[in-house]
Structure formats: C-alpha cells, structure tokens
C-alpha cells in the first residue's frame, strides 16, 4: 500500500509519474463514486462524472496548491461536474420535485424536527424499500442543497471543508446545510404519506 | 425574516430560494452534529440541554444510511486512465496542428506561397534553359552561334533544395563540369559552379531573333527564348555564363 499522502502523489503526477495518478484514482474510486451516484442518481452518469473529473484533475494538476489539502479540491471538482451533468440532464420529474416548495408546502416555515414523523430503523420497511425511499427523497432534493447534505453526512466534511470545497460563505454552507435537513424531513413525510409508499 | 441565533449569529430563517429552514434551536442541533461527526453521543455530551433535537436530527439523517453502497465497475480506474490518455493524446495533436498554424499564420505561410511560386518560376527558368539548349535540335537546325555554354551540353546538372536551399537534388555534376543550382527562395538567383568556384548569377530571360542557315542555302528567323546569367559579382565573366 502507497503510504504518500493524496497532495504527494498528486505532485509526483505533475513531475511525471504517471502512476501517481492511478494510485490516486484507485484512493478515491469508492469514496468518490459513492458521492456520485448519491449525487447525480445514477450509476452511468456517476461514472461518467467521476472520469470528467479526474480528467479535470490531470488538466488543473499544475495549478494545484500543493500546501492545500487533494481531497476537497477532488469533491469540488466533481460537485461542479454533479451539476453541470445535472444541469444538462435534469428529468422533468425531478425538475417538479426540485422546484420551491410553494407556501403551501411549508416554505417559509421552520420545520421542528421534534414534530412529525422521522425514518425509524424499526419502521417495518424491508431494506430495498427503505431505501427506495430515502433514495427519492435525496433525488428530490434541489442539487444544491443535496451535494451539501452528501458531502456533511457522508463525506464527514465539515462547514469550512464543504465551504472550501464548494467555494461558498462558511454561512451559506450553514443555512444550506439547516435548510437540506429541513427539507429533506418534509420530502420524507410526503413520500411516507403517499398511499403506495 | 431573520433571527438571531443562540451564538449570536444571524440566522436567515428561510433563504432566498424560498426554502424551508429548521427553526433555530434544531439548526444548533445539527452543528453540533456537524462538530461531532454525526456520533449523537458525542454531540450531546457537547451540549446536553439539546439532547432531544440532536437524537431526533440523528435519527432523521441516519435513514441515509439506507442508501447502499454503490460499488464502483473494475474497469473505472482504467477506463478513467484512458479517458485521460486520450486527452493527451488530443492536447499533443491539437499542439502540433497549432504549431503548424502559428507557423503558416505567421510569415511561413506567405513564404510557403512564395516558394511555390518562386519554385515555380525556378523551374520554369530550368526548362527555359532546356529548351533553349535543345531547340536548335529539335528543329534539325545547327545553331550558327556556340554552344549553349562552353562545357558540352547534356553536362549542366539543375536541382533545387530540399532542406537546403541552394543544395541540388538531381543527380550529381561530374568533375570539372559546371552546376547550376538556383536558390528556391529567389529563382531569379543561381550559383553555378564552375572549376569548383561558385559564382552567384542572376538569371533573366528575353526573346531572341535567331537566324539559322540551312545547308541547302536557306536562311530562317525564328524567336528563341534565351536564359541570360549576370554574374552578381562582376567578377565572374558574363560571356562565361549567358546563354548565347
């Protein structure tokens, strides 16, 4: 097993050890697809974006700031490419799920997680179903606030991680994250209530 | 619509995506959470009088981890490689195609043009020099003037350069006779090279009114394209290097 950090290979690649780059791509294959696919939905697409973004990381390694940390750099890299993938392929569908929730849906509210119902492991869903459930309401989450729910909850990035990573205010990563909780809560009580659910 | 949080933050209560937001107490729940690394317990011991919130904010996210684990294809390291190969491979091709453009863009292009046209110019000079060399044969006269140049004809060796310019291509002079190379990039310009001294001379050509006397006594007139050669020295003998 390669003991050089993430930033030491990626320096090795930019100095011409092409190998490096493999090394680091095999690092990051799970961690990265797995984001991926949460992400953008689907396996194809997950693929498809994970090579865009190690391509992005080969054309950019120059410009790499190697006193700075590989991994958030990597997840900014392949969130941008989320989106624009997103962007390019958003099913109408999801567009439906993603758009504001109207006032009637609550927004403008704030949700009270002590009210309502939350997923219960004890719920009685078999495990596919369960998931088939989290998983549309992760999907109907605007992309926004979903690649910041992904990159928190699994990545285990902190606020300044996913700040850095995503190039915005450490406040706005904060009310993104508060609101993709929020939100996520009410996806997950209008799927719970939908009678085929 | 704005609060102030527990921190003295400012807390925007909905965004401007018309999002919902969590009211302020479970927004400082799920910090803590964020601070803890998503270990309940943990975040709880930071904060026991949000003990409530942060299980129920626990309990809401862990449904996340129903999402499998998606387990990547063998080949997406490799196939990722050669998505970046052929990257490469693209980025040396579009250099070189930029390279070749730059240099056709820049001076080589109009020089490019203007070779041809002067090599052109240079073999329309050779085959001037041919033809005026050999026109008297061809019309089974014997020319009242001299040979075409004082080394016997069939002996003078044209060529034009390949990475050289005045280097000859055709087949070599033999010894002692004379060569004649003309400069691709000025046609109008030729070394010949007589008794190995090279002598740079500039060619011209005009029309000349040739007189030929047959033996039955006829006499006939024609006009003969004639290959003139200055020398650009002066020091080389122009009645060593004009054609008749």
């Known amino acids: 097993m390669n003991t050089r950090t993430d930033e030491e290979l990626l320096c090795a690649y930019r100095e011409g050890e092409s190998e490096a780059l493999r090394l680091l791509i095999e690092r990051y294959r799970s961690e990265l697809f797995n984001f991926l696919v949460r992400f953008v939905g689907n396996r194809a697409a997950a693929e498809d974006v994970f090579q ?5 990381i080969h054309l950019s390694a120059d410009s790499f700031d190697a006193t ?14 989320g989106r624009d993938y997103l962007r390019k392929h958003r099913r109408q569908a999801t567009m439906e799920l993603s758009a504001p929730l109207s006032s009637e849906d609550g927004s403008g509210e704030f ?6 119902d939350v997923p219960q492991p004890d719920s009685g869903l078999e495990g596919d179903e369960l998931a088939s459930q989290v998983r549309q309401a992760v999907d109907s989450l605007p992309a926004h606030l979903r690649e910041i ?34 939100t996520f809560k009410r996806k997950w009580e209008a799927i719970d209530e939908t009678p085929d659910a | 619509m704005r609060e102030c949080g527990p921190d003295g933050q400012e807390v925007q209560a909905m965004n401007q995506m018309n999002e919902p937001m969590l009211n302020p107490d479970d927004a400082q729940a799920v910090d803590r959470l964020v601070e803890a ?8 011991n930071a904060e026991p009088a949000r003990q409530r919130r942060i299980e129920r904010a ?18 997406l390291v490799d196939q990722t490689l050669a998505r970046i190969q052929s990257a490469i491979d693209g980025e040396e091709q579009q250099r070189r195609f930029d390279t070749q453009a730059a240099a056709l863009a820049t001076g080589p292009i109009r020089s490019r043009w203007s ?7 240079g073999v329309a000079a050779v085959i001037l020099l041919g033809l005026s060399a050999l026109w008297p044969l061809m019309n089974g006269s014997t020319s009242v003037d001299g040979p075409l140049w004082d080394a016997p004809q069939g002996t003078i060796t044209a060529g034009f350069a390949g990475s050289q310019a005045m280097e000859p291509v055709g087949p070599p002079a033999r010894s002692g006779q004379p060569l004649v190379m003309v400069d691709k990039h000025n046609p109008l310009k030729a070394i010949i090279i007589i008794n190995d001294q090279p002598r ?7 029309w000349q009114d040739r007189v030929v006397r047959y033996p039955d006594g006829t006499v006939k007139r024609f006009r003969q394209p004639v290959l003139l050669f200055e020398p650009v020295d002066r020091t080389a003998n122009p009645a060593d290097a004009a054609s008749p």
């Open chain 1, 52 to 56: 865009e973004a190690f391509l992005q």
């Open chain 1, 68 to 81: 700075r940390r590989l991994k958030p750099w990597l997840f900014t890299i392949a969130a941008n490419k």
């Open chain 1, 111 to 116: 949700i009270d997680l002590l009210e309502g």
């Open chain 1, 149 to 182: 729910l992904l990159l928190a909850y699994f990545q285990r990035f902190n606020y300044n991680q996913i700040a850095e990573a995503l190039g915005i205010p450490l406040g706005t990563v904060k009310s993104r994250l508060h609101s993709a909780v929020a």
């Open chain 2, 37 to 44: 690394g998503f270990d309940a317990q943990a975040a709880v």
């Open chain 2, 58 to 75: 626990a309990a809401l996210l862990a449904a996340l981890d129903a999402l499998p684990d998606e387990r990547a294809g063998d080949d």
């Open chain 2, 115 to 121: 070779l041809g046209l002067r090599e052109l110019a």
């Open chain 2, 200 to 206: 740079e001379f500039l060619i011209s050509s005009r």
